[in-house]
């Protein structure tokens, strides 16, 4: 049988600057070019704002990416994106220079990984163009829902955590737009989304939120992300106590590193007060418990972009760095290359996440190298650890419980055993292009007979 | 006898002394007559023609001139043709006694001013200046000339000839009298509405004059309506009588008997009953209708509530003549189809908009999964047409991809919601009318079919009204009643259940109802043209709808509500409110001036009926009578 065509659309290239959603598009992307029935292309939005580098030659919206043969750059030089409403304003974007990327190439199945800077309104100009085709979208975030950058924390009520979105919520979070704006743009992209044949959420968190928001339960599904094995595992030194502790991730307020650092100054306080940390879950009355002072939590800390971060953040962060030196260790920015090797000194990955994570790589990371997780105990990051199975909870935003965790965590005999015993293996690419696969035909076997 | 004496023996016979071309197509003529009237021909001559001309002639009744009575005639004469009118003459009379005279050149643009001063200053004798004045403004009347100024021009210099003046009024403290025009505005080119005030420390004023600046004279006494001027209170406060009365303002709306088309020159003269008087000039005329439907309306607070003088003697005129002026030339500038129109559609969705384009993006998103509005005609009208670069933008960018044939209309000029609706009414080919505001979302498809189905097997239905929502599933509109305002002046219109749930059961009844929203109406087209279409009376779109439905109720139609079509409508985004809020209170008016009766009878029946109870039908009420104002009655309470 002749192979089909299954288009990728992503907002950006990873070869451009990295990103979860776009490597993981990217990945599949890759590894779709082993099927046996899809040939996969791979079209990504070139460009500012992600890219520096805009449209490369005079004529044409389109460029291969480094003389590849099936990936390109989709570029929108000249045309204003409307942020808020999630659309290109002049039209012809589409309906001229997509339509005519899509009459080339005539995908069989077109599968959005994400239309931030490009617009909902590539999804009509795929049905309008290619009525047969089949139209896949990944939600790997919540920006349809909230306009702030998807993240549903309200901007009121001390950056309250958002269950959420109603046109007047919305209004309070941003009070110069209107209600009716509001209702307005939730209609706008459920009209494009009206043309989705199958969503994908990474996550049953996401799932929930985009039902409970409108999308029919029968029409959204969950597949994980499928990761490619690791090349490397870190190795798991045979150590008697398991008290180094590692954080990756960007050095933002939202992934929550004061609260970790804020944690590891609270230990160290309690150590130097001779105070007792209780262990286990945290509750007044250990407070009064009478153990011994375990092992001191060595904490290392991976990240970058403090410099994109607001100053009092910065400020915030360099003062918490400096009362913990004793124990923490700022290692700073690293390449994902280099994860076996970091991974070998570290015994727990710690997501302390103020907002909810929608489906976080970093666990996906951790849990493949064998590593158990201490996170909030919301959203995506609750889902994919177990409390007491696959790693710990703590209470989201409280460094007195991330304390009593990671207390619990280094002092805890057989418990990190444990916990890594549990670790579920990871979903693999293999497994998920198969059932990627087995989807896109079915949805083109419903399409073909109505 | 001196020589020249007897060189004035009066003559025997018709003399003309002057020809004077006061405009292209009018001359004045003047002379001399031992007659008390001139021959009743007049004649325009030329080598292949005679023409009998329409003119008007004055006699002077005293012939105080040692030749005879100085008589002036005015006559219209046939267009210039190309040669200049030197080979045309004028006849006075008819046979042997007729006296001809040439036409002037006619190939100079301007009338030659200064001669017909000059000249008219020596034939009118003292005394009768203000005659040969009002004479000659009223002929103003009758030209038919395409380019009226020359003929402005020609009067307005004859006034400032003619005219006896007063000494122009010095604002001081301590004079005699103050006086000051602070604003004339044209409502339309007969139609003046004139602002000021005067202030008489001697004898009570016993007139107030406003001179055109033809020279036409309005009384403004008593007609005016006098009011309050706090700032010139402060002004005399040092030397006011104690129980002097501080309503130094006038407002006055003046009709002349010919049109005035001078831009500027308006006099006021103020005399009191001691003959002592003065003037002022008036300011440069406002003649922009936007800006001067906007004093007009600002005045409206001068009047207290519950009277009605200034509103019905003065704005309304003023404002009737804006909005028809407005309306007068206003049509469909440019007409564009984007996609397959249907050959015969059912219905016809006219979208008026105003600035606000954005909204046809929403709408159309929406409509593109209703296979009922393409099958239909969508009818977008243009209401603000410096838009216009917009929309076409628009147009060309959306329909290729939302694919939901449409057309665009747009307008002339701003002319208003009701002026844009009876528009796209005249371009509709649709069998019904479905006007729907740009801010209207359908909550699913199926709308438009549902209503005409509706409509269709609803007799003695006249309009359809459905449920409308806010964006929180609110009630927007299920239905208008009217009751009367607080201070029961006027009535308003009330939203039946507004903003409780759109599932409250009171809003869930197919019912006739006093009135429905026209932000989503359908109309059978040949009814709503049979009906004129909106009513162009009120300002800024407001109370045109309930105005359509009173009128269907008097020609025995019923306004219905259907509550199974559900729709959003995102209120207060469609216009700016600054507008709004200075027009609400003379629509509400002007509704209530024309209606009062008709409403009184709709109103006491609807209440009639228990709360929570399906109300019998609003009696239709069948009168023959044409809707002319009258005053409001006696305030009664909202809950009679």
């Known amino acids: 049988m002749k192979k089909r065509t299954v288009l990728y659309v992503c907002h950006n290239h990873p070869s451009v600057r990295p990103g979860g959603a776009e490597a993981y598009a990217h990945e599949l992307h890759k590894a779709m070019r082993e099927s046996s029935s899809f040939t996969p292309v791979f079209l990504a939005k070139g460009g500012p704002p992600v890219g520096s580098v805009g449209q490369q030659h005079p004529g044409t919206y389109f460029a291969p990416v480094d003389a590849d043969a099936d990936q390109y750059f989709f570029y929108t030089d000249g045309y204003d994106f409307d ?3 999630g659309t290109i304003t002049g039209k012809d974007f589409y309906t001229k220079h997509f339509r005519s990327f899509l009459e080339a190439y005539r995908p069989d199945v077109v599968h959005f990984q994400h239309t931030l800077f490009l617009g909902f309104d590539m999804i009509r100009e795929v049905r309008n163009t290619l009525p047969d085709a089949a139209i896949v979208y990944t939600l790997h975030e919540l920006l349809p829902i909230c306009n702030r950058n998807g993240q549903m924390v309200r901007t009121v009520n001390d950056e309250e955590l958002c269950t959420h979105e109603s046109p007047r919520r919305c209004h309070e979070c941003f009070r110069d737009i209107t209600p009716q704006t509001f209702f307005l743009r939730k209609r706008f992209v459920q009209s494009h989304f009206e043309l989705v044949d199958q969503f994908i959420a990474p996550s049953q968190f996401l799932l929930d939120r985009y039902v409970a928001w409108g999308i029919p339960s029968d029409r959204i599904r969950l597949e994980e992300y499928g990761r490619l094995p690791v090349e490397q595992v870190a190795p798991a030194d045979d150590r008697p106590v398991r008290n180094r502790f590692g954080f990756f991730g960007q050095l933002s307020a939202f992934k929550g590193i004061d609260v970790l650092l804020e944690a590891m100054q609270l230990l160290a306080r309690d150590r130097d007060g001779q105070a007792r ?11 009064e418990r009478d153990d011994e002072v375990g092992p001191r939590a060595r904490l290392a800390v991976h990240g970058a972009n403090l410099d994109l971060q607001p100053g009092d953040f910065k400020e915030k962060f360099q003062d918490l760095l400096r009362a913990t030196a004793s ?7 690293y390449d994902h290359d280099q994860l076996p090797s970091l991974m070998r000194h570290i015994d727990w990955v710690v997501v302390p996440s103020i907002w909810w994570e929608n489906s976080p790589l970093v666990i996906q990371e951790a849990f493949a190298h064998g590593r158990p997780v201490i996170c909030s105990d919301i959203g995506g990051m609750a889902e994919k650890v177990h409390d007491d199975v696959t790693g710990l909870h703590f209470r989201v935003r409280d460094p007195r419980s991330l304390a009593a965790a990671i207390e619990t965590a280094a002092t805890t005999e057989g418990l990190w055993e444990r916990l890594r015993e549990a670790i579920p293996a990871v979903y693999d690419m293999e497994s998920h292009t198969k059932e990627l696969t087995m989807l896109y035909e079915d949805l083109l076997f419903q399409r073909a007979t109505g | 006898m001196s020589p020249s004496a007897r060189a004035a023996k009066p003559k025997a016979s018709l003399q003309v002394e002057h020809v004077h071309l006061i405009a292209q197509d009018a001359l004045l003529l003047t002379g001399t007559t031992p007659a008390a009237e001139l021959p009743g021909r007049v004649a325009f001559v030329t080598l292949s023609t005679t023409a009998v001309l329409e003119h008007d002639a004055l006699v002077l009744e005293r012939g105080d001139r040692p030749d005879g009575r100085a008589w002036f005639l005015v006559a219209t004469i046939p267009a210039d043709e190309g040669d200049g009118g030197r080979t045309a003459s004028i006849e006075i009379g008819s046979g042997p006694s007729a006296v001809s005279v040439a036409v002037p050149d006619r190939s100079s643009a301007v009338p030659d001013l200064q001669s017909l001063v000059l000249h008219l200053v020596t034939a009118v004798p003292d005394g009768a200046r203000a005659d040969v004045l009002e004479w000659l403004c009223r002929f103003e009347g009758r030209t038919t000339s395409e380019d009226p100024t020359s003929l402005s021009e020609s009067l307005f210099a004859v006034r400032e000839v ?16 103050g006086l000051s025009v602070d604003l004339v505005l044209a409502a339309d080119e007969r139609t003046f509405y004139l602002k000021g005030w005067s202030r008489s420390a001697g004898a009570p004023l016993a007139r107030l004059t406003a001179v055109s600046p033809e020279g036409d004279r309005s009384e403004l006494l008593p007609r005016a309506f006098r009011h309050v001027r706090g700032d010139v209170a402060e002004f005399y406060a040092a030397c006011a009588r104690p129980e002097e009365d501080s309503r130094y303002g006038f407002i006055a709306t003046v009709r002349l008997p010919a049109p005035s088309g001078r831009a500027a020159g308006w006099v006021v003269e103020a005399v009191d009953a001691d003959g002592v008087g003065v003037e002022a000039l008036g300011p440069a005329v406002q003649d922009d209708v936007a800006a001067a439907r906007q004093l007009v309306l600002f005045d409206a607070a001068y009047e207290l509530p519950g009277e009605d003088t200034l509103r019905a003697t003065h704005l309304a005129p003023a404002l009737a003549r804006l909005q028809g002026r407005l309306h007068g030339s206003i049509g469909a500038a440019r007409i564009d189809d984007y996609g397959p129109q249907p050959a015969d559609p059912a219905v016809t969705i006219i979208v008026p908009l105003y600035q606000r384009l954005e909204f046809v993006e929403h709408q159309l998103a929406q409509f593109v999964h209703d296979d009922e509005v393409s099958a239909n005609e969508l009818l977008y009208v243009l209401d603000s047409p410096t838009d216009e670069a917009w929309l076409r933008h628009l147009a060309t960018s959306l329909f290729p991809l939302y694919r939901v044939p449409f057309r665009t209309v747009v307008m002339s000029a701003n002319g208003g919601f009701a002026a844009a609706n009876n528009v796209a009414a005249s371009i509709a080919r649709g069998r019904k009318l479905l006007l729907v505001n740009s801010d209207v979302i359908p909550d699913r498809p199926g709308w438009v079919g549902r209503m005409a189905e509706f409509y269709d097997e609803t007799p003695g239905i006249g309009a359809l009204g459905v449920k409308l929502l806010y964006e929180d599933d609110s009630l927007q509109h299920a239905g208008l009643f009217f009751k009367r305002v607080a201070d029961g002046t006027t009535w308003n219109n009330e939203h039946l259940f507004k903003g409780l749930h759109r599932s409250f059961p009171g809003a869930n009844v197919t019912r006739p109802v006093p009135a429905v929203t026209a932000a989503c109406m359908m109309v059978d087209r040949q009814l709503f043209a049979d009906m004129g279409g909106l009513s162009t009376a009120y300002v800024q779109g407001d109370y045109e709808d309930s105005d359509f439905c009173l009128r269907l109720a008097r020609s025995g139609k019923e306004t219905w509500y259907l509550p199974s079509v559900e729709l959003y409508h995102l209120e ?20 209530t001036h024309l209606w009062d009766e008709d409403i009184e009878a709709i109103a ?37």
């Open chain 2, 572 to 591: 207060g985004q469609s216009y700016p409110s600054v507008l709004r809020a200075q027009t609400t209170g003379y629509n509400q008016w002007l509704h």
């Open chain 1, 327 to 333: 124990d923490v260790t700022f290692v700073g920015q």
């Open chain 1, 277 to 287: 940390t209780p262990r286990g879950p945290f509750s007044a009355a250990m407070l």
């Open chain 1, 83 to 85: 942020f808020f409403q």
């Open chain 2, 162 to 177: 003619l005219r006896e003046r007063l000494p122009v009024c010095q604002l001081l403290p301590e004079a005699r009298h």
């Open chain 2, 604 to 640: 006491a029946a609807w209440e009639a009926a228990p709360p929570g109870q399906v109300p019998a039908a609003p009696p239709a009420v069948r009168r023959n009578r044409p809707a002319t104002p009258r005053a409001p009655k006696a305030p009664v309470t909202a809950q009679s």
